[in-house]
């Protein structure tokens, strides 16, 4: 069984920064794409970023270049450094993988706040 515990929100001005962490406990494939995703209040889940089990990421426009996504494969952990937030940002993230054996199957942690205060 896969569990994703997510950490690392909390409150912050704008123009400050966090870093989310999520780690992943469980029976882990060695194929996977782990992201990371956010729903601010009435909208939908959006994609933030994505990072694969070889280090390749991508990111959603609205945080390239102050958004960085990365992992530590020994710890099963992957973070998310948030630099020049602001108060769009503000939305629960939640981690997510996905495991490709025979099937795609997808994990979400439980979700962590961020707010940004202008």
């Known amino acids: 069984q896969v569990q994703l515990v997510e950490s690392g929100g909390g409150l912050v001005q704008a123009g400050g920064s966090l870093r989310l962490s999520c780690s992943a406990s469980g029976s882990i494939p060695s194929i996977n794409i782990m992201g990371w995703y956010r729903q601010a209040p009435g909208k939908q889940r959006d994609l933030v970023a994505i990072?694969?089990?070889?280090?390749?990421?991508n990111y959603v426009d609205p945080v390239k270049g102050r958004f960085t996504i990365s992992k530590d494969n020994a710890k099963n952990t992957v973070y998310l450094q948030m630099n020049s937030l602001k108060p769009e940002d503000t939305a629960v993230y939640s981690c997510n993988l996905r495991t490709f054996l025979g099937r795609e199957t997808t994990y979400w942690g439980q979700g962590t706040q961020v707010t940004v205060s202008s």
């Open positions: 990072i694969s089990s070889s280090g390749t990421t």
